[in-house]
């Protein structure tokens, strides 16, 4: 069983949380890890790039020269591909770079990521936030209480609105709500706190 203690604002233990073993406390798959975050990658590329080939650019609609008898060699218009201003062979076209990866994938490279975040001693799960109103200086001190440096990953309830405008113009913080967790924003941040709301939407669907 994987154990771990709740913090509250003040960095100040509150309780031992047992986290759910198939969630927390699995072997993490480095290669299903890899192929997620690859996809994700690969998933943000616009696509949007694109050439000519020689039948769109503009001009070359007559043979520059007669077949035979000139001593140079034969052509057919200056809109070919070895030709300054023709079209382009082989070049890039716009496409989609999304790759297709199972669900029960997805599921799995979130699981290894979190086992790995609690493995190596970055996980933080602290109270539920409560703000009166959005304030982030005192959201600053609380990632001072909870002895955090660099990249942190703070994941919410969604509807805790106050708790997102607090923290999302502090430097190094990336925050998201739970239903948009992934297996990059896990990893690519050193860091990564949970409250207790979002830690039990993350079990629910991943358990």
Same mark, same amino acid.
């Given at each position: 069983m994987?154990? %771990?203690?709740v913090?509250?604002a003040a960095g100040?233990?509150?309780k031992?949380?047992?986290?759910?073993?198939?969630v927390f406390?699995?072997e993490?798959?480095? $290669?299903?890890? =890899?192929?997620?975050?690859? $996809?994700?990658? $690969?998933?943000?590329?616009?696509?949007? =790039?694109?050439?000519?080939?020689?039948?769109?650019?503009s001009?070359?609609?007559k043979?520059?020269?007669?077949?035979?008898?000139?001593?140079r060699?034969r052509?057919?218009? %200056?809109?070919?591909p =070895?030709?300054?201003?023709?079209?382009?062979?082989?070049?890039?076209?716009?496409?989609?770079?999304?790759?297709?990866?199972?669900?029960?994938?997805?599921?799995?490279? +979130?699981?290894?990521a979190?086992?790995?975040?609690l493995?190596?001693g970055?996980?933080?799960?602290?109270?539920?936030?409560?703000?009166?109103k959005?304030?982030?200086?005192?959201?600053?001190?609380?990632l001072?209480?909870?002895?955090?440096?660099?990249?942190? +990953?703070l994941?919410i309830?969604?509807?805790?609105v106050?708790?997102y405008?607090?923290?999302?113009?502090l430097?190094?913080?990336?925050?998201?709500?739970? =239903? +948009?967790?992934n297996?990059?924003d896990?990893?690519?941040?050193?860091?990564?706190?949970?409250?207790?709301?979002?830690?039990e939407? %993350?079990?629910?669907?991943?358990a």
């Amino acid at each position: 069983m994987a154990n %771990i203690e709740v913090k509250d604002a003040a960095g100040k233990k509150v309780k031992d949380l047992e986290l759910a073993a198939g969630v927390f406390d699995i072997e993490p798959n480095i $290669a299903v890890m =890899h192929e997620v975050v690859t $996809a994700q990658r $690969a998933s943000w590329r616009q696509g949007t =790039h694109n050439t000519l080939t020689r039948g769109q650019v503009s001009g070359g609609g007559k043979k520059p020269w007669r077949q035979k008898g000139t001593g140079r060699a034969r052509q057919g218009t %200056i809109r070919a591909p =070895h030709w300054t201003g023709g079209g382009v062979v082989f070049g890039p076209h716009p496409r989609s770079y999304a790759k297709k990866v199972n669900a029960k994938v997805v599921k799995l490279a +979130m699981r290894s990521a979190l086992s790995a975040k609690l493995a190596d001693g970055e996980l933080t799960i602290v109270e539920n936030l409560e703000f009166e109103k959005p304030s982030t200086k005192q959201a600053k001190a609380m990632l001072a209480a909870w002895g955090l440096e660099g990249r942190t +990953m703070l994941v919410i309830d969604s509807g805790d609105v106050n708790t997102y405008l607090s923290f999302r113009n502090l430097e190094k913080v990336e925050i998201i709500t739970a =239903h +948009m967790m992934n297996t990059y924003d896990f990893l690519d941040n050193k860091n990564l706190v949970i409250t207790e709301k979002a830690l039990e939407y %993350i079990e629910g669907v991943l358990a």
